[in-house]
T-cell receptor, first 117, second 115 residues
Framework: DAGVIQSPRHEVTEMGQEVTLRCKPI?????LFWYRQTMMRGLELLIY????????DSGMPEDRFSAKMPNASFSTLKIQPSEPRDSAVYFC???????????????FGPGTRLTVL | AQTVTQSQPEMSVQEAETVTLSCTYD???????LFWYKQPPSRQMILVIR??????QNATENRFSVNFQKAAKSFSLKISDSQLGDAAMYFC????????????FGKGTRLSVIA
């Protein structure tokens, strides 16, 4: 398996533009997580899905952020309009379910480095 | 809500020596999992070691071992025979044992290895 795939790897955009980040989880994984990493706040959960259904989006900073998972093999994180403070590394991760909800490893994608000018 | 605290923003170790990274957490749950992740400059998140809270025995993976003190809610990582390739950010993380829940991360410790 190719692992969790994220695109693009780098994105530079101007304030006010729409940004769409994409993620393909590992086949067979039923949980998908979006995290944001900044120097000030570290790694924060934005939203996660179980079986394509959003479970907790309380980490999404504002209405400018939205995420979708239309099927088991694809998710998007959209920022519209983007602002300089959105500059960060955005990680997607996926995990398989276990009967115990247990210790299955969460696999991370390589991240998307977003710079908003 | 669960929290994870890493009190050492930066640490350094001589090559071939041993270093211990600290982590404490706060939770009211009895069933949970703890992890250490390594993030090298490539920014890829790599799982180093995992500990199930119900296991008393400390986890070990080659040169990496943990000291899990459940009552004290402490989960430190020991790296033995440090190598230059161990230089990275290290994140301690917590996950509830209830269902498919996300990881809660500490702020990280930057480890430098001196040749």
């Amino acid at each position: 398996d190719a692992g969790v795939i994220q695109s693009p790897r780098h994105e530079v955009t101007e304030m006010g533009q729409e940004v769409t980040l994409r993620c393909k989880p590992i086949s067979g994984h039923n949980s998908l997580f979006w995290y944001r990493q900044t120097m000030m706040r570290g790694l924060e959960l934005l939203i996660y899905f179980n079986n394509n259904v959003p479970i907790d989006d309380s980490g999404m900073p504002e209405d400018r952020f939205s995420a979708k998972m239309p099927n088991a093999s694809f998710s998007t994180l959209k920022i519209q309009p983007s602002e300089p403070r959105d500059s960060a590394v955005y990680f997607c991760a996926s995990r398989a379910a276990s009967g115990r909800g247990g210790g299955n490893e969460q696999f991370f994608g390589p991240g998307t480095r977003l710079t908003v000018l | 809500a669960q929290t994870v605290t890493q009190s050492q923003p930066e640490m350094s170790v001589q090559e071939a020596e041993t270093v211990t990274l600290s982590c404490t957490y706060d939770t009211s749950e009895s069933d949970y999992y703890l992890f250490w992740y390594k993030q090298p400059p490539s920014r890829q998140m790599i799982l180093v070691i995992r500990q199930e809270a119900y296991k008393q025995q400390n986890a070990t993976e080659n040169r990496f071992s943990v000291n899990f003190q459940k009552a004290a809610k402490s989960f430190s990582l020991k790296i033995s025979d440090s190598q230059l390739g161990d230089a990275a950010m290290y994140f301690c993380a917590y996950r509830s044992g209830a269902g498919n829940t996300p990881l809660v991360f500490g702020k990280g410790t930057r480890l430098s290895v001196i040749a």
